[in-house]
């Protein structure tokens, strides 16, 4: 199984941004792709974006509207969100996790983080 840990949520103005990271370990043949997603209180949990790999490169899909943007650093078992222009709406818990492929239904992915909080407030 995939171990998840994310961090870098906290308390952020209107307009302001916030760079959060998840740290992967354990990755087995059965897991090939890192989704971010976000569940604010009393709403379902939705799809963020996905990043997966393979022999011919790396794919990301973008679910915000550009508002978002998904990087990864190979060398150190990390990925990133970077969230901008940010919002009251933007407010959540966001959790990375782990599945075969990219998709946006939370349960084709098989590992979860604990996720981190996200606080968009004047």
């Known amino acids: 199984q995939v171990q998840l840990v994310e961090s870098g949520g906290g308390l952020v103005q209107p307009g302001g941004s916030l760079k959060l990271s998840c740290a992967a370990s354990g990755f087995s043949k059965d897991y090939y792709a890192i989704g971010w997603f976000r569940q604010a209180p009393g709403k379902e949990r939705e799809a963020v974006s996905c990043?997966?790999?393979?022999?011919?490169?790396?794919r990301y899909s973008d679910f915000m509207k550009g508002r978002f943007a998904f990087s990864r650093d190979n060398a150190k078992n990390m990925v990133y969100l970077h969230l901008n222009s940010l919002k009251p709406e933007d407010t959540a818990v966001y959790y990375c996790?782990?599945?075969?492929?990219?998709?946006?239904?939370?349960?084709?992915?098989?590992?979860w983080g604990q996720g981190t909080q996200v606080t968009v407030s004047s």
């Open positions: 990043m997966s790999s393979s022999d011919s490169g790396t």
């Open positions: 996790a782990a599945a075969l492929e990219c998709s946006r239904a939370p349960s084709d992915f098989g590992s």
